[in-house]
């Protein structure tokens, strides 16, 4: 496919529902491949206090009176619809200097970012527009006045500033969560590689799977933005420290509270274990992911390793076989065959790294590549302007030099570092001053536990690279949307990802203090205390829509034998003491011979299950189990089950009907009111209407 006339001449923001080409002036961006101009990017035009309200009042407004998986479920599909047109992505990517290998991470690492979010939010949340988080906080003696927490939507609209080594998945990774939450996006993507982000909201928008106002792209600089956002927006951040510091202070910003994410240069690293010989298998890893990593996207990645912190005895070995490594790396056109590292993304690019570098080699020695080295490079018309070749440094005193742990040449650089002892590599480690990710390469897992507990609180990830998971490791450089992204200090002090807290950064958590009935009422869930009701129906015979939060059913009473425990011992084969050594027992905690509590779960079932075909499809699980009290024989029990919870289910194409899943509240009593058990339920329950 061709790259349409868009992309070679002005760039396009998205605002407001249109599609409005960039005024005069702007920026020329151009091939990282062979120099030429690709476009000139420019946000000249916009009117961005109208793209605020306009994301406000429409995007909000829309996605708020969604529900969390309809939501997520838009998420897919756009993911979906996106997954269509990769190909035509590909081609655009690799004017960003990006190999296949860095057009994957960044743009099906996007998209499974996205997949990944809908799945997370329809797994873990109800099919609310809202979140309830925690258990109920009872606050009284009497259970009268309690507490919950619930997130809603933000009102506001979330600006989202890339960095330009992401331009599909910095922005995906980000929207997922945001349009989730319920809050519509602004999108800043950094001016060098804006136009395959623009490529990708345009086929979002072409899509139509959003509705109007959830997503608006500004292609070029943010103008005043920044002041007409209030205490309901959100900014998130990705790039230079300096920038990052510039805009986190800005008046409006600090003024509002507008919580303000960051995430900034990092120097990562990486520790070669002092009990690794050259002849283990974890030498050859290390080596390995160190390369990787310096070549991945060209080094232009905010994870990687930075700081290859290694025992001194083991120096040469490290470096010797970095560089056959590094040797075979072949520079030129990303689409060229045989090519495993592309350009910088932009001539500016490699003028920040040679600057970089040149202050690095003040204090450190440089072993390979470098400022000075000739480079060779694969393809036709290729322009050297924006490669720069791999390049190791060598820092002999890392514990007394500081230019390595605070210089950061973002490309193929990084600097070799010696340590004589665990200590030691933990401290130098630590002279990051907050990392994004660290590494730790050893089969000795007393020394993987040393490094992690003394360099964890300045590191947002931690990878424990060996033998046994290598084959399986998603590598030090790879954020994942379950696993927490971002680090202290240098790297910004912020979180993205990790799991359905991404989710949350997007909602406000209130506590919401009431009666129980008040508080069922507000979160569309039963907690003990709030006032039940019933029907002459039992609950089972109902279908999904007709079961009311709330509803409950209480049971006959049945009163256990000792004919039950030796039953139930013999069928399951536990004849554990407290139920058959009538010795042993009094010795016990119980005193007396005691009933299984899981013959308590199976007789509770018993008890309140409507045998007949019915409504209720299955029972598919049991969560939160707790056994109060003992039941010793001649006690008598009695169960309560109430509707805690209604999640409707999105029927797919092998459903025979359509469902929805009910959480019941399980409490066992035995005489006297005394709680014996308490627990969840969970069943499927068919729905009258799909
Ligand atoms: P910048 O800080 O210059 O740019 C980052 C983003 O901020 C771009 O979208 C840029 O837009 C925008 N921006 C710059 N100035 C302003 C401003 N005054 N107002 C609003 N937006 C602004 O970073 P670089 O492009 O130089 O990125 C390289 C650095 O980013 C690296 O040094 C690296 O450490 C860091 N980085 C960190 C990552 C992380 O996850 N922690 C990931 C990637 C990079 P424009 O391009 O239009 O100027």
Wanted: aromatic share 6%; charged share 20%.
């Amino acid at each position: 496919m061709l790259i349409s006339k868009s992309y070679i001449m002005k760039s396009k923001s998205y605002a407001c529902g249109s599609w409005i080409q960039g005024g005069p002036g702007g920026t020329e961006v151009r091939d990282a491949v062979n120099g030429k101009i690709i476009c000139n990017v420019s946000s000249t035009g916009l009117d961005f206090e109208k793209m605020v309200e306009y994301g406000r009042t429409l995007g909000s407004v829309a996605l708020g009176d969604m529900t969390v998986h309809e939501r997520a479920n838009a998420v897919k599909n756009v993911a979906k619809h996106l997954l269509t047109k990769k190909d035509y992505f590909y081609q655009i990517s690799s004017k960003t200097g990006a190999t296949k290998l860095d057009s994957w991470i960044d743009i099906d690492g996007g998209l499974a970012t996205m997949f990944s979010y809908s799945g997370i939010a329809r797994r873990e949340f109800a099919n609310e527009t809202f979140i309830v988080e925690g258990p109920p906080e009872t606050l009284s003696a009497n259970g009268t006045f309690a507490a919950r927490h619930i997130l809603t939507s933000k009102k506001g609209v979330s600006v989202h500033i890339n960095a330009f080594n992401f331009p599909c998945w910095g922005m995906l990774e980000k929207i997922a969560p945001s349009l989730i939450a319920g809050v519509p996006v602004i999108v800043k993507p950094a001016t060098v590689s804006a136009y395959l982000t623009q490529a990708v909201v345009e086929e979002i928008v072409a899509s139509k799977i959003l509705p109007e106002g959830a997503i608006q792209l500004i292609c070029g600089g943010v103008g005043d933005l920044l002041d007409h956002l209030n205490e309901q927006d959100v900014v998130t951040f990705t790039g230079s420290a300096t920038t990052g510091k510039q805009l986190r202070s800005h008046p409006n910003i600090i003024d509002n509270s507008i919580p303000f994410n960051m995430e900034a240069d990092s120097l990562n690293c990486s520790i070669l274990g002092q009990s690794v010989s050259v002849d283990d298998p974890e030498f050859a890893l290390f080596i390995k992911e160190i390369s990787s990593e310096m070549t991945a996207k060209a080094g232009q990645k905010c994870t990687a390793i930075r700081r290859v912190i290694v025992p001194a005895t083991k120096v040469d070995a490290v470096t010797e076989a970095l560089k056959s490594r590094l040797d075979k790396v072949v520079m030129g056109d990303p689409t060229a065959e045989g090519v495993r590292m592309g350009p910088l993304v932009g001539r500016s690019q490699r003028t920040d790294i040679r600057n970089a570098v040149a202050a690095l080699s003040q204090h450190c020695e440089v072993m390979y590549g470098g400022n000075d080295a000739n480079i060779q490079l694969v393809g036709d018309g290729v322009e050297e302007d924006a490669f720069y070749p791999p390049t190791l440094l060598y820092c002999a005193k890392p514990l007394a030099t500081d230019a390595p742990h605070s210089i950061e040449a973002f490309g193929p650089v990084s600097t070799i570092m010696p340590y004589d002892s665990i200590d030691q590599a933990v401290a130098i480690a630590r002279l990051g001053r907050g990392s994004l990710v660290g590494s730790i390469v050893t089969y000795d897992d007393h020394e993987a536990t040393q490094i992690v507990m003394g360099a964890a609180a300045f590191h947002g990830r931690m990878l424990v690279l060996n033998r046994d998971c290598a084959k399986e490791s998603t590598g030090h450089g790879s954020p994942l949307p379950t696993l927490v992204h971002g680090g202290p200090g240098r790297a910004g002090g912020g979180e993205e990802l990790g799991g359905s807290r991404a989710i949350k950064h997007y909602m406000q958590r209130t506590a919401i203090q009431g009666s129980p009935t008040t508080l069922m009422a507000i979160t569309r869930e039963y907690m003990a205390g709030a006032k039940t009701s019933s029907t002459d129906r039992h609950p089972f015979r109902k279908y999904f829509e007709e079961l009311v939060v709330g509803e409950s059913l209480t049971t006959h009473r049945r009163t256990v034998t000792e004919a039950d425990i030796v039953n139930f011992g013999c069928l399951s084969g536990d004849h554990f003491y407290a139920h058959f050594d009538e010795i042993a027992a009094k010795d016990s905690l119980f005193g007396q011979r005691v009933a299984h509590g899981y013959f308590i779960i199976s007789a509770a079932a018993g008890m309140f299950v409507d045998p007949a075909p019915g409504p209720v499809l299955a029972n598919y699980g049991l969560e939160n189990l707790r056994f109060i009290e003992p039941v010793h024989i001649g006690d008598t029990i009695q169960v309560k089950i109430t509707v805690k919870q209604k999640i409707k289910k999105d029927r797919r194409p092998e459903d025979k009907s359509p469902t929805g899943v009910v959480l019941w509240d399980v409490e066992v009593t035995k005489q006297d009111k005394v709680i014996v058990a308490l627990y969840d339920i969970l069943t499927l329950v068919e729905r009258k209407r799909d």
